[in-house]
């Protein structure tokens, strides 16, 4: 009877602690991205979709979402080329528990000159949109992966569900390549070194935005501003009259006008001399 008592005993035991793991497992991978390293690929007629992802593939249009054996990890990754004149995009939506506050991953950048590429992410609850993030991969080709990471955190609201979206270049040919997608609760996307170089005030606003930079800008500086949606709403070639830009010596202002932003949480991406700097901006 005792070793029967033991035995039982046991089992519970046994079977409490896969529980707990399956329950520890479970929560670890509550706000994991669905097959954010890209192994997982299914076939559809002629060609692969990444699994757990929707893309602009069909049977009857050349591929624009493919598996990428040059991965950053791993055995694949996804790129999206242009082909033929069709935009590549690709999509996925899932649950979260918490309030990411940086998208990160790696980025293998083969779009054209003159061209450019989005990704955007952005948080829901109970299906209304509640922040975002936009980030630009400007024409460049680089034949290494390097890491990127997109700001979510201006808004600490709960969260309980994610999309990302990625559009590919438009010019024919121009390709990029992604791998290890991750939400993280760690906030910024640049270095202690580059957040000195950009300093926002005031912040938020009711009036004019002014953004300091501690360098000057390059004659073919992109500076582009996205709303929650992750809609270009304002850049210096888009709207002059009310994004100016001056140059000192040694830095760079640029001022941005009441009448430029509607109240609401936006984007700030800045590419100069190679480098891109991104943060978050409020309009009140």
Not at 31 to 45: A, K, M, T, V
Not at 52 to 77: C, F, H, K, R
Request: proline share 4%; glycine share 6%; charged share 15%.
């Amino acid at each position: 009877m005792l070793n029967k008592f033991n035995a039982m005993k046991n089992l519970i035991f046994i079977l409490s602690l896969t529980l707990c793991q399956s329950n520890a497992l479970f929560a670890n991978n509550i706000d994991s991205i669905p097959n954010s390293g890209f192994e997982r690929w299914y076939s559809l007629s002629w060609y692969y979709n990444p699994a757990g992802w929707q893309t602009n593939n069909t049977s009857i249009m050349p591929t624009t979402v493919e598996p990428d054996s040059d991965s950053y990890s791993g055995n694949l990754a996804m790129r999206l080329i242009n082909s033929g004149g069709l935009v590549p995009e690709a999509s996925v939506g899932f649950h979260v528990q918490q309030h990411p506050l940086t998208l990160s991953g790696f980025v293998r950048n083969q779009i054209l000159t003159n061209d450019s590429a989005h990704l955007s992410v952005k948080l829901y609850l109970h299906h209304q949109l509640i922040d975002s993030g936009t980030f630009a991969f400007y024409g460049g080709i680089n034949p290494f992966y390097h890491s990127f990471a997109i700001p979510i955190s201006q808004n600490f609201t709960s969260a309980d569900s994610c999309e990302i979206r990625i559009f590919g270049g438009q010019q024919s040919s121009s390709s990029i390549s992604f791998d290890e997608l991750a939400l993280t609760r760690s906030s910024g996307t640049n270095s202690k070194a580059d957040e000195n170089k950009l300093k926002v005030y005031p912040n938020p606003s009711s009036s004019f935005i002014r953004v300091d930079f501690s360098e000057t800008f390059s004659e073919d500086a992109a500076i582009e501003i996205y709303d929650i949606n992750g809609k270009l709403v304002a850049g210096k070639n888009l709207l002059n009259n009310i994004i100016a830009v001056y140059n000192q010596k040694s830095s760079a202002t640029l001022m941005i006008e009441q009448q430029a932003l509607a109240p609401g949480i936006y984007t700030l991406n800045i590419k100069t001399s190679g480098r891109s700097y991104t943060t978050k901006i409020v309009r009140n």
